[in-house]
Structure formats: C-alpha cells, structure tokens
Nanobody, 128 residues
Framework: QVQVVESGGGTVQAGGSLKLSCTTF????????MGWFRQAPGKEREGVLC????????EYTDSVKGRFTISRDNAKNTLYLQMNNTEPGDTAMYYC?????????????????????WGQGTQVTVSS
C-alpha cells in the first residue's frame, strides 16, 4: 500500500523559516504529482503548491507567493516545502498528497479530491 509520511513541522517565530519533508513509500515516485495542503482549525483544507513528476509547479494560493517553495528529489522519493518569512496566518496542519497523474496540478485552487493518497499531516505553528 502506498504511503506518504510528512515530517519537519514545529513552532517558529514569525519571519522565521521551516522546511517540511514528505517521503513516499511503495510507489514509483516519479509517476506521481505531489501537493502540499494545509488546514487551520475551523477552516477548509487549502491547497498550497503542487509539483508534477516533471517538475512543473502550480501555486494554488497567492498567500504564499514569494515565501514558500516546493521541490522534489526523485532519487530520495521525497517532496519538500521550504517555508520562509512565515506569518501567523501560516499556522495549520500541513498535509502531503500524491496522485499518479499530473491532473491535480492543472486546477487552481487545488482540489483535495483530486489526490487519492494522503499523509497524516505535520503541525506548523507560527508565533507572533
């Protein structure tokens, strides 16, 4: 069974940086589009960024433009989210998602229903 596991969450002061990782198991990683989503308490799950197997990037939300970067290391089956200049509004549970199709990266804003594989999430808290 395919699994994705997030790591790297924690607490950071506003303006600081954090790097999340997502490792994929039991899958041909290079066939999968990968996405980052986040969900704050009482809010809907929100798409953040998506990257295709070929490295094409889609920004699901303008709120992280210029601050967050998505990347992938296909040799390590790992996806990353580099978070710079963080804001209290970035506080949320962050989820990694995978789908064996580039389709999820073609829709803005990202749709959670377009991804079939999800991790358990990693908590990010930005203190002011």
């Amino acid at each position: 069974q395919v699994q994705v596991v997030e790591s790297g969450g924690g607490t950071v002061q506003a303006g600081g940086s954090l790097k999340l990782s997502c490792t994929t198991f039991r899958v041909t990683y290079t066939d999968y589009a990968m996405g980052w989503f986040r969900q704050a308490p009482g809010k809907e799950r929100e798409g953040v960024l998506c990257i295709t197997s070929q490295g094409g990037i889609t920004e699901y939300t303008d709120s992280v433009k210029g601050r967050f970067t998505i990347s992938r290391d296909n040799a390590k089956n790992t996806l990353y989210l580099q978070m710079n200049n963080t804001e209290p509004g970035d506080t949320a549970m962050y989820y990694c998602a995978a789908e064996p199709s580039p389709y999820p990266c073609t829709t803005v804003p990202g749709e959670a229903a377009d991804f079939s594989i999800w991790g358990q999430g990693t908590q990010v808290t930005v203190s002011s």
